[in-house]
């Protein structure tokens, strides 16, 4: 019997799911961003993963996701971020990281919104971009850390989270939450992932039971996570907790109707069919 190939984001923000999902007796993992996982998931490499929503969605004849793991937010999320040195309103170039798919796609959706249409391009990097560029989208550990690294101190409130900071040669520098725009304009949740195979293979419900029990100990014990986290990310223990606390792992309700608004505005058909597991 082959072993079963989990993909797993190497993003902070999944480490809840799987810091205490061990590899071995059937399961191993293959790590990777997004758009790794997403390509691999449809060809094959892997045989349930992490998968953009917005890949998802474009993809659904042939992906069906678990009916309760998302990576979702209500509200901001910390790191799906548009950092840029002129206003949103005249945004003209943007660098779009490659890590992703839905956020480009949610960025894409609220600029269109504002009637806004700037020019896009796929490039990887960090705010030494903003040298060639209005403003550039990162997602992930690469948002969070470069996000902490704009803060000069933790701040006692969540109300008190700057999104505006003096860049290089003492320059305005904005911060755009993109979970954060999305609820001021729906209310709703914003699912960013959820967790699907191909519809060929259902999944086996022992690897959902060990995932389920993984996340159950991931969130009750989201201290030592976080800890390890913030360590290997060089990022301070309460920001790490508090980011990691703050996501919606369970794709409740909320999230499932945040997820059918976002195929709506995007002109996609939501399914609404969760694998009976
Ligand atoms: C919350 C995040 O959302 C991520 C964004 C994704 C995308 O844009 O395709 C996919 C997986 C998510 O983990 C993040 O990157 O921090």
Redesign the pocket.
């Known amino acids: 019997m082959p072993d079963y190939v989990l993909g797993v984001?190497r993003?902070a923000?999944?480490a809840p799911l799987y810091h205490f999902l061990e590899e071995g007796n059937g399961i191993v993992f293959r790590y990777g961003v997004?758009?790794e996982l997403n390509r691999w998931l449809l060809e094959g490499s892997v045989d349930l993963s992490?998968v953009?929503s917005?890949?998802y969605l474009a993809n659904a004849e042939r992906l069906r996701p678990l009916p309760d793991f998302s990576?979702a937010?209500l509200g901001p999320?910390y790191?799906?971020n548009l950092f840029h040195t002129r206003p949103w309103q005249a945004l003209r170039r943007i660098a779009l990281t490659t890590e992703?798919?839905?956020?480009?796609r949610l960025l894409q959706y609220l600029l269109e919104s504002d009637s806004l249409s700037p020019e896009y391009t796929r490039e990887q990097g960090g705010l030494e971009l903003l040298e060639r560029y209005d403003g550039v989208l990162l997602?992930?550990d690469r948002?969070?850390t470069t996000y902490a690294g704009l803060l000069q101190h933790i701040p006692e409130s969540v109300h008190q989270v700057p999104r505006q900071f003096t860049g290089p040669q003492g320059s305005p520098l904005w911060v755009s939450d993109l979970s954060m725009r999305w609820y001021e304009r729906t209310r709703l949740p914003f699912v960013?992932?959820v967790w699907a195979t191909r519809r060929s293979e259902p999944p086996p419900p022992e690897v959902v039971r060990r995932l389920r029990a993984a996340r159950s100990l991931g969130l009750g014990n989201l201290a030592a996570v976080a800890g390890t986290e913030a360590q290997r990310l060089g990022v301070p223990e309460r920001l790490m907790q508090h980011y990691l606390w703050n996501f919606r792992y369970h794709l409740e309700a909320p999230d499932r109707l945040g997820l059918e608004t976002f195929a709506r505005a995007v002109g996609l058909a939501y399914p609404g069919d969760y694998w009976d597991v």
């Open positions: 984001p993003y923000n999944s997004p758009t992490l953009s917005y890949f990576i937010d999320v790191s799906v992703s798919a839905t956020s480009v997602i992930g948002a969070i960013f992932a």
